[in-house]
């Protein structure tokens, strides 16, 4: 029922930046929890940033000072704008809703497919 649309990779320099977007579809009710994961080749999926339902950010140590996550109340809609990028932040960017299962939506989570981030030079 909902869907996660991911976009705003690319191929960036070391010490560039980028800024990924997520907007949620199918669901007139506001998604209580959003954030971002990312996965790199043979790796597992790591949390990245979260915004919790009380408005409070969280960040992964690998990635604090330097990546901003913010969500428009109004919205189901979550950004990440990344700073200061380095090349072990090449991975795949997921984006992932969680509703702790209320029952106006049909799962307690809902993934993205996911944007490719690059950094090299």
């Known amino acids: 029922q909902v869907q996660l649309v991911e976009s705003g990779g690319g191929l960036v320099q070391p010490g560039g930046s980028l800024k990924l977007s997520c907007a949620a579809s199918?669901?007139?009710?506001?998604?209580?929890?959003m954030g971002w994961y990312r996965q790199a080749p043979g790796k597992e999926r790591d949390l990245v940033a979260g915004i919790r339902p009380d408005g409070r950010a969280n960040y992964a140590d690998f990635v604090k000072g330097r990546f901003t996550i913010s969500r428009d109340n109004a919205e189901n809609a979550v950004t990440l704008q990344m700073n200061s990028l380095k090349p072990e932040d090449t991975a795949v960017y997921y984006c992932k809703a969680d509703t702790y299962g209320i029952r106006v939506f049909d799962a307690s989570e809902y993934w993205g497919q996911g944007t490719q981030v690059t950094v090299s030079s």
């Open positions: 199918g669901t007139a009710f506001r998604i209580p929890a």
